[in-house]
């Protein structure tokens, strides 16, 4: 008679007591990835934390990891996003929400400064015209 | 008998009515060529404003013709910094402020991203260290 074969599920647990799964601490394995990749060829990227599976509590116990740095952004267009950096220099906390203040995303980006804060050079141009038009009543 | 050389002392002169000098105007145009060397070459600039004679008044009027962007930044070290988009983008107000919230001086930067919000390598660098050591003791 052959062994039996005992198939094994890998469930997601949930403590009750703290609420974590054990899926945030192999983020901040990924994020110190990144952060080496950052350094060595300036590669950006980013993490969706609400594509995974993580509960309030874990989301709490990956901020409280990553601290707070001295930097907080924030960004007014359909609906206010803060980008705030961690205690991690590079390493920033990126949450987007809507009109009614709703959280829609949230990221880890892991870039010497957030893409979004950088004007793009056709904005710039843009500006520049109206910045001209303004002198040309002087 | 020679003519009488008079010699002209040009100076400052307030407007009681509005208590603009005159002084704020020609900086918009300053700003405008230097947009356009960030566009053309990538330089960046900063124009010290409490280095100028410049009024209250003059720097409101300077606010109001630049308006307001969509971007805040806020900066904790020794006392706040705020770094402000303005309407144009590429232009951000810069104030700095002591412990006790006393601006201490005032700047316009023209930049893609002030500098000040980009993270060094060399903090990255020390930061991912510090993620180490924590990973250390999972």
Redesign the interface.
């Known amino acids: 008679m052959p062994f039996e074969v005992i198939p094994i599920h890998v469930v997601q647990t949930v403590s009750s007591e703290t609420g974590l799964t054990g899926n945030a ?1 192999p983020l ?2 990924e ?2 990835e990144l ?2 990749r ?2 060595e060829s300036g590669e950006i990227a980013a993490i969706d934390l609400s594509a995974l599976p993580l509960t309030p509590a874990d989301l709490d116990w990956l901020q409280d ?1 990553l601290g707070q740095g ?8 359909s609906g206010e996003s803060t980008l705030n ?1 961690t ?5 920033w906390w990126v949450t987007h929400r809507n009109e009614n203040g709703a959280v829609t995303s949230q990221f880890i980006e892991v870039a ?2 957030p893409d979004l ?5 056709q ?6 015209e ?3 038009l ?2 040309a009543d ?1």
Chains 1, 2 share one sequence.
């Open positions: 601490p901040l394995r994020i110190s952060l080496l950052l350094l990891r001295e930097i907080a952004i924030t960004l007014q267009a950096e205690a991690c220099p590079g390493v010497f400064v804060v950088k004007a793009h050079p904005d710039v141009e843009w500006g520049r109206r910045l001209e303004l002198l002087f």
